[in-house]
């Protein structure tokens, strides 16, 4: 076992499953995905910390970071993605979180405006043969309707308004997850599409970075 995989196994067994994932499909998805690929080789010592990792800034000058391993393991497990979904990965930055979904959905739609990152996440993802993903460019809070309808909408990161354009591009019984609210009072948010309604449950609580793009009501403190 290389030392990267031996941090992957225990980044599973000391944050994942204690953290109450038991989500055998996520849990093994995340197991598989070398995330060391996705950080910068300077910071590959780090790729398995318990912590939202930094990998730098995007051309407007935005800090783009993974989020922490946790936290997006919770965050699929309560998407439910089953392996006949359409997915759509928002603000992926380097692909990581794009990577795992390809090993639970049926298609990953990657949605990135950065063109920088958007060239490395497509790098990475057909490095490890995701060819049921694909990187598009576009703003994250207006989603990427080309795909739409979907059933499952993941957003790496924390928002704090309704992100009604990715509503809107749900399926109905569609899951769009993120994290929802100001910093250190934010959960991760389950919205639900049945009918023409949506509805949504909170969860966890989560602190991690915002996801460029949305409007922010209050300081982003930590990040």
Same mark, same amino acid.
């Given at each position: 076992? @290389?030392?990267? &995989?031996?941090?992957?196994?225990?980044?599973?067994?000391?944050? %994942?499953?204690?953290? !109450?994932?038991?989500?055998?499909?996520?849990?093994?998805?995340?197991?598989?995905?070398?995330?060391?690929?996705?950080?910068?080789?300077?910071?590959?010592?780090?790729?398995? %910390?318990?912590?939202?990792?930094?990998? !730098?800034?995007?051309? =407007?000058?935005?800090?783009? +970071?993974?989020?922490?391993? /946790? @936290?997006?393991? =919770?965050?699929?497990? /309560?998407?439910?993605?089953?392996?006949?979904?359409?997915? /759509?990965?928002?603000?992926?930055?380097?692909?990581?979180?794009? &990577?795992?979904?390809?090993?639970?959905?049926?298609?990953?739609? &990657?949605?990135?405006?950065?063109?920088? /990152?958007?060239?490395?996440?497509?790098?990475?993802?057909?490095?490890?043969?995701?060819?049921?993903?694909?990187?598009?460019?576009?703003?994250?809070?207006?989603? +990427?309707? !080309?795909?739409?309808?979907?059933?499952?909408?993941?957003?790496? !990161?924390?928002?704090?308004? =309704?992100?009604? &354009?990715?509503?809107?591009?749900?399926?109905?019984?569609?899951?769009?997850?993120?994290?929802?609210?100001?910093?250190?009072?934010?959960?991760?948010?389950?919205?639900?599409? =049945?009918?023409?309604?949506?509805?949504?449950?909170?969860?966890?609580?989560?602190?991690?970075?915002?996801?460029?793009?949305? @409007?922010?009501?209050?300081?982003?403190?930590?990040?």
């Amino acid at each position: 076992m @290389t030392d990267f &995989a031996r941090a992957r196994h225990n980044m599973i067994e000391s944050q %994942v499953r204690p953290g !109450g994932v038991i989500d055998l499909r996520v849990i093994a998805a995340m197991e598989e995905v070398p995330r060391e690929l996705f950080v910068p080789e300077e910071k590959r010592s780090l790729a398995y %910390v318990d912590e939202d990792l930094l990998i !730098g800034e995007d051309a =407007r000058g935005e800090k783009r +970071w993974l989020m922490e391993p /946790l @936290t997006l393991a =919770r965050m699929l497990q /309560l998407a439910e993605v089953r392996p006949r979904d359409c997915v /759509l990965d928002v603000a992926p930055a380097t692909g990581y979180s794009s &990577a795992v979904l390809c090993r639970l959905a049926e298609s990953v739609i &990657a949605l990135e405006r950065d063109e920088a /990152l958007g060239q490395q996440a497509t790098a990475n993802l057909e490095a490890l043969e995701c060819v049921n993903s694909v990187v598009v460019m576009g703003e994250h809070a207006r989603g +990427w309707r !080309g795909e739409a309808p979907y059933d499952v909408i993941v957003l790496n !990161g924390r928002i704090e308004e =309704r992100p009604a &354009a990715l509503l809107e591009q749900l399926r109905d019984l569609g899951r769009l997850v993120c994290v929802f609210g100001p910093p250190h009072q934010a959960h991760i948010r389950v919205y639900t599409r =049945r009918g023409g309604a949506v509805s949504f449950i909170d969860h966890h609580h989560a602190s991690v970075p915002p996801v460029p793009g949305f @409007t922010y009501t209050a300081e982003v403190m930590a990040f």
